[in-house]
């Protein structure tokens, strides 16, 4: 393998974003809140790892910006 070819496998080509937090659940809204904040990971294609874990492989800092941008968001108040 010739260095041209590890350019391709540089940690900021392909990457993973891991989505971790502790929101609070005293009332139903904050539970409804929580539950519609990992509902919208899912879809975005996070992968629970853990109950407030989430992780995404993604291609490069273009797309982690951009996935970056769509989870701040969506973060419910006091998260």
Not at 9 to 36: C, E, H, N
Not at 51 to 78: D, T
Request: charged share 30%; with cysteine.
């Amino acid at each position: 393998m010739i260095a041209s070819d590890l350019a391709h496998l540089s940690g900021y080509r392909l990457m993973w974003i891991f989505v971790m937090f502790d929101l609070p659940v005293s009332t139903k809204k904050q539970m409804r809140d929580a539950a519609k904040f990992r509902e919208f990971l899912l879809d975005e294609g996070f992968e629970m790892s853990q109950f407030s874990v989430y992780a995404r492989f993604c291609n490069g800092k273009v797309a982690y910006k951009s996935y970056l941008k769509r989870i701040e968001m969506r973060l419910p108040e006091k998260g």
